[in-house]
């Protein structure tokens, strides 16, 4: 039952949202529709709490990741799953699996639909009976070939007034960019000369969350894939949400004040669930998204990757100890997800603070070495910054100046993954890093994206045979990563909200308490 303390909340934070573009009253219609919308899917469902324990643990896949041609991909990753995964996962984050048209599935045309080779929403419904939905709201972008945007240059619904669109008096200058291809892209339609917004490419057209139409419209996308399995909702590029002329256009008051909607209408569900925010970002940005414990439930780990590499590339662990003395504890319920891998790259943001430039300029010159490719983002004098380095955790600790031949590579590669592990909050595993995959350098020279170096596709008879060989080099990598998450299954210690203590053993040692 909502009371009236709760509806208090709800419109509060409409009214901070919109209070200069909405009246009163249309604020309390807004207000009116989402408290419906909560009503009507507690009717339908019933109570179901989450138990986040040591024994939460994530891993982190494509809908097709493994495959076969006789199934859709999804069964076939439950029956792999089933075998050779669920002693060690309990949750499964699946990267967008719906309808897209480019950068592998984060360029959405609908978030009500599954692809069609990867499955459907009854193959979610049931692996969420017995383990834990992760899934993307794709929220700051839609595609260029989606309904919403055909509609949108038709002026029709759904997508009329989704996108955004600024005028030449619209000041750029400060903008913070991930990217490095033209933000804008300048359009005559509707007899006015216009300019869509575009963060991160050209088929990525960014939505205009100042028509609260579209708010309301992620509202119920939310509660959607929460009806079809979807406890974990990943909220990606966030921190891109609001722009604001003459702004950095990044983590604005608004950006913060709609997560903190989203988490009064879930924490309101007769379904638990829990938001996690991906901003890939500078540590005390990332920071911020925990708000006072009524943002994000989670937030990735971004600084950990690149300081946990850096550590063992250069055998010195002192950014490591100084970053982890500093890093705030969380509170009950908050939580770091801890990860070296993923989809992406290494971000090279969240060092910012914490490397000096010869520093930075050490590890991105060592990492190339390896075979890393890099991405690059615009900066406001023009220039280029590194903002990832598309690599995977196999070839980045492969090889070091310190051990050429790459003798320790195996040593380096499962010690990374155990401090990642045991590190207060939830640990999460890309899995290719479960099979010590290298770079895909043939999927790059078909495709030229930098990112597909690490995403690599397995065949369910190929993965199998190669884990059936206790001689391969899946297998052995398998068996050492997957012990470390047996342990940690075993140990309270673990617990994602456990106290962490650094204890500072020099340069040479990382040592944690819990």
């Not at 200069?20 to 989402?34: C, G, H, P, V, W």
């Not at 492969?398 to 592990?421: N, P």
């Not at 995959?437 to 369910?460: C, F, P, Q, V």
Request: glycine fraction near 4%; charged fraction near 30%; hydrophobic fraction near 35%.
């Amino acid at each position: 039952m909502l009371t009236q303390k709760d509806q208090k909340k709800i419109r509060s934070k409409l009214n901070s949202i919109y209070k200069k573009f909405l009246s009163k009253n249309d604020i309390n219609s807004f207000k009116n529709e989402i408290i419906e919308i909560i009503r009507d899917f507690n009717k339908k469902n019933p109570k179901r709490k989450k138990n986040i324990s040591e024994k939460t643990s994530l891993i982190i896949c494509y809908g097709d990741s493994i495959y076969s041609n006789k199934k859709h991909s999804i069964k076939v990753f439950k029956t792999f799953f089933q075998k050779k995964l669920e002693k060690y996962f309990n949750t499964i984050h699946f990267l967008p699996f719906y309808p897209s048209s480019s950068d592998s599935g984060f360029s959405v045309k609908d978030h009500y639909k599954i692809e069609n080779k990867i499955g459907n929403w009854s193959d979610i419904k049931k692996i969420s009976k017995s383990n834990d939905i992760m899934a993307d709201m794709v929220i700051n972008h839609s595609s260029a070939r989606g309904l919403w945007f055909r509609n949108f240059l038709k002026n029709k619904k759904p997508g009329k007034d989704y996108f955004l669109t600024v005028d030449s008096k619209f000041d750029t200058s400060k903008v913070i960019r991930p990217r490095d291809h033209k933000l804008l892209k300048r359009i005559n339609i509707f007899n006015k000369k216009e300019y869509l917004w575009r963060t991160f490419s050209a088929d990525q057209i960014d939505l205009d969350f100042k028509n609260p139409s579209l708010l309301l419209r992620f509202v119920k996308i939310m509660l959607y894939l929460i009806q079809n399995g979807v406890t974990v909702l990943r909220l990606d590029a966030i921190a891109y949400l609001w722009k604001e002329s003459g702004t950095k256009c990044i983590n604005l008051k608004q950006t913060h004040e709609i997560i903190k909607l989203f988490r009064i209408i879930i924490n309101l569900l007769n379904v638990q669930s829990i938001i996690i925010t991906e901003t890939n970002l500078p540590e005390k940005e990332n920071l911020s998204y925990f708000g006072k414990n009524d943002e994000a439930n989670w937030i990735y780990n971004f600084s950990l990757p690149p300081l946990l590499i850096h550590a063992f590339l250069f055998e010195n662990s002192s950014y490591l100890n100084k970053w982890s003395k500093n890093l705030p504890d969380t509170k009950y319920g908050n939580s770091y997800l801890n990860f070296i891998a993923s989809h992406d790259g290494i971000g090279i943001r969240p060092t910012e603070g914490i490397f000096g430039k010869k520093t930075l300029n050490n590890f991105i010159k060592r990492l190339k070495k390896n075979g890393s490719k890099f991405s690059f983002r615009k900066v406001q004098n023009k220039s280029k910054k590194v903002y990832e380095a598309n690599i995977t955790v196999f070839d980045a600790l492969k090889k070091s100046d310190y051990d050429l031949k790459g003798k320790f590579f195996l040593e380096r590669y499962v010690s990374a993954h155990s401090i990642m592990i045991s590190f207060e909050g939830i640990p999460a595993l890309y899995l290719n890093s479960l099979f010590g995959k290298s770079n895909d350098e043939a999927k790059y020279i078909m495709t030229g994206n930098n990112r597909d170096i690490n995403r690599y596709k397995w065949s369910y008879k190929n993965i199998s045979k190669k884990l059936n060989n206790k001689n391969s080099k899946q297998s052995i990598f398998y068996k050492k990563i997957s012990n470390l998450l047996r342990v940690r299954r075993k140990q309270k210690a673990f617990h994602p909200n456990a106290s962490r203590h650094n204890i500072n053993l020099g340069s040479k040692f990382f040592h944690l308490k819990e």
